[in-house]
């Protein structure tokens, strides 16, 4: 059936305080980068407690891997938390519109992280500590599984049609800018306290409230966040299936029902990205830093001097991720997706070669930063064009459901595991990083199977794949 005059008129209205519907590219760019910012900060300053601060203050233990081990169970206890509001969100999306559901992720993420910041410590109340601790960090989770979708379908379906692998890079974005803020905030916080042991963030303004300002500063973020957000008008891709009558009544059932296949693949074409992601951020983070002489071998480097490194390869992060977006447009995203995760599967084989016996020398921190350059270049080419093809695997009607779980329960496969089965392959190694590059290597397969098997989605008409209504 054909949408009238009339009912496009209606689909094209304008909203409240703004003179059209149609969201500027300036507009689009604002509104789909700033919550993934928020998200990817949010990210990294918990990533950087759970490797200095909680395994100390929140999780005691007597062996110190166990607490290391505690406190990255409790990181990616956000990770299991993700699919349910992927679930929950993404039946607000496409029930109630892309919009309200963001402003609503954001809103709840905002919060969780804040009240991280305000918590008492296990000396102070015990074992409520870590309970609590495990219960924010499932409100942050719950809250970013609505939140990565909905900005690529802001950024996607606002796009012209030869360019939707570009502006999903925009979402994408979120992650080298998040990392810069949050790392940067806590170097800065490392040099504007006195270390009167000489050791870097172990100082005891450190350990007992400095930590804390990241968490408490993402409450500004958000708040830039939602105004953005509350300045945008709903997608006109939206409206057309709401005009066309085509929203199904629960997004869940009709997308299992009806795109299971497309969940399965994008789930595993995600997962080598996410577990890289994991692995040069945390991991790297956590080995880089780890005594030379400890019960498993790290380089040794100090913890600014790292972070400054991995900043340097983050840029790189950055440049490509925005790269690969007129690539994916002109060659394909299955294409270039393949071709990368190809080279993620050498580089991964090449683990020791980079990593195993250097340390703080000129040589090994030399091989080290080549390392983070290389996995960050790459994880810019894998990354990028994600934003434009799991939201283009699935019709409106069911793309923020559908790309939502696809995404996050990748999070699971990857994300969720990867800090812990590296740091115990790499303790069951005996320091060495061969066994967490072959963990690597083996989840990369896995994509580049799904790939394989996964169309090509460059030239898909977004007006033209609006859904059905089956349910």
Not at 144 to 171: C, D, H, I, M, Q
Not at 201 to 210: I, R, V, Y
Not at 411 to 440: D, N, Q
Not at 448 to 455: F, H, N, P
């Amino acid at each position: 059936m054909s949408i009238s005059t009339a009912q496009v008129a209606t689909a094209t209205t304008s909203t409240k305080n703004k003179k059209t519907a149609i969201n500027s590219p300036a507009e689009v760019i604002a509104a789909s980068l700033a919550g993934t910012t928020v998200e990817f900060y949010d990210f990294y300053v918990y990533a950087t407690a759970a490797v200095l601060v909680f395994p100390k203050l929140f999780f005691p233990a007597a062996n110190a891997t166990a607490g290391l081990l505690a406190s990255f169970a409790v990181f990616g206890a956000a990770m299991i938390a993700r699919p349910i509001g992927a679930i929950f969100f993404g039946h607000l999306g496409d029930k109630r519109g892309r919009k309200t559901t963001l402003i609503a992720s954001l809103l709840t993420m905002g919060v969780a992280t804040f009240l991280i910041g305000l918590l008492p410590t296990y000396n102070q109340i015990g074992l409520a500590a870590p309970a609590l601790l495990l219960l924010l960090r499932l409100t942050q989770g719950f809250a970013l599984g609505g939140e990565w979708s909905g900005a690529a379908l802001v950024a996607t379906e606002n796009a012209p049609a030869n360019k939707r692998a570009l502006y999903g890079t925009f979402p994408q974005l979120g992650a080298p800018i998040g990392f810069i803020i949050a790392n940067g905030l806590f170097l800065i916080i490392n040099y504007a306290l006195p270390h009167p042991d000489g050791s870097a963030m172990q100082s005891p303004a450190f350990m007992s409230w400095g930590w804390r300002i990241p968490f408490l500063f993402s409450a500004v973020m958000v708040a830039i966040g939602l105004y953005v957000r509350s300045q945008l008008a709903e997608s006109q891709t939206f409206k057309q299936a709401e005009a066309r009558g085509v929203i199904v009544r629960v997004p869940l059932v009709d997308t299992l029902r009806h795109h299971m296949k497309a969940v399965v693949l994008g789930t595993f074409a995600m997962l080598a990205t996410y577990v890289l992601f994991y692995l040069m951020t945390t991991f790297s983070l956590t080995y880089g830093t780890a005594s030379s002489e400890g019960a498993i071998a790290g380089l040794g480097i100090k913890y600014t001097d790292f972070v400054l490194m991995q900043i340097i390869g983050v840029v790189f992060f950055g440049l490509f991720t925005m790269l690969s977006g007129p690539l994916a447009d002109s060659i394909g995203r299955r294409r270039l997706l393949i071709w990368v995760t190809a080279v993620i599967i050498a580089f991964a084989v090449m683990f020791p070669l980079f990593l195993d016996g250097h340390g703080p020398t000129s040589f090994g921190g030399a091989m080290v930063e080549a390392f983070l350059v290389i996995g960050f270049t790459l994880m810019g080419f894998t990354f990028g064009p994600m934003g434009a093809l799991l939201p283009e695997m699935f019709p409106t009607n069911v793309r923020y459901t559908g790309s939502a779980i696809a995404y996050n329960v990748s999070s699971i496969l990857g994300a969720a595991l990867a800090p812990i089965i590296a740091t115990a392959l790499w303790s069951a190694a005996g320091g060495s990083t061969w066994m967490v590059g072959a963990y690597l290597a083996f989840c990369s397969l896995l994509t580049l199977i799904s790939l394989v098997l996964t169309r090509e989605t460059k030239d898909l008409d977004y007006n033209a794949d609006l859904g059905t209504k089956s349910n």
